[in-house]
Each structure stands twice: as C-alpha cells, then as structure tokens.
C-alpha cells in the first residue's frame, strides 16, 4: 500500500514541476527563445529571437494633374497590409545544424511552439539561413 502511494507521490511531483516549468514561459523575447532552446536545443542553445527590424516602405500616392502631368499628394501615405498589425519577430534557427533546419517536423514544431507563446495577432518569421 505505501509503495503505491509513494508511486503516486513521485508521478504528481513530476506532473506538477513539469507544469510549472511550463507556466514559467510567456510571450515575451528572452522566455520564448529559453523555450525554442530548452527544447531543441538545451547543449549550445544556439536558437535566438529577437525584434524584425523596423523598415516601413510607404506607398506615396500621385494625382494626375493639369496636362497629364503627376502631382505628389502630400495628405497621406499607403502602407503595404503586411506593415499594420504588430511588430513582427525573428525567430533565427540559422545556427542549428543542416539536418535539424531540413527536418520539417522540427520546423512544424516550432511553429506550433511560438503560436501558442504568443501574443494573438503578432506576426513572426522563422530565419532558416
């Protein structure tokens, strides 16, 4: 009877350091990168995250003016639908071996790793080189 219960004592121990190592990562840069390195790649952690850099290429719109020549409008600008939203991400793997980037499965798991840490709506990309 008590080798059972202390069997139960060990699993829940497990269980409940396993959930709790999980709840300590969150959305933000340096707790999303522990993540992607705790588990693919915990020896050399060779997996960065970091800010895109922030390179906004505007659209400036003309009107045709007298004589078929253009006028720059100078009211507004167009930005590209990529541009609205959040700041983007970079997640870089360029530093992990050729066999582990080729492997789609690690790439698929990443993906699902990263969509679930963070925040809804941010937009991210996975650097492979």
């Given amino acids: 009877m008590k080798t059972r219960y202390s069997q139960k004592k060990v699993r829940f121990k497990d269980f409940r350091l396993a959930m709790l190592n999980k709840l300590s990562y969150n959305s ?30 505007s659209t400036i719109a003309y009107n045709s003016g007298q004589f078929g020549k253009s006028q720059l409008r100078t009211d507004f600008v167009i930005h590209s639908w ?13 530093g992990m071996p050729s066999g582990f980037i080729s492997n789609i499965d690690n790439i698929n798991q990443i993906t699902k790793l990263v969509n679930i840490y963070k925040f809804s709506g941010t937009k991210y990309k996975i650097k492979e080189s």
């Fill in 28 to 57: 933000q840069y340096p707790n999303l990168q522990r993540l992607l390195n705790d588990k693919f790649d915990d020896a050399e952690r060779r997996i960065k995250v970091y800010d895109a850099p922030n390179i906004i290429n």
């Fill in 82 to 94: 990529r541009e609205w939203g959040y700041r983007a991400f970079i997640v870089d793997i360029s």
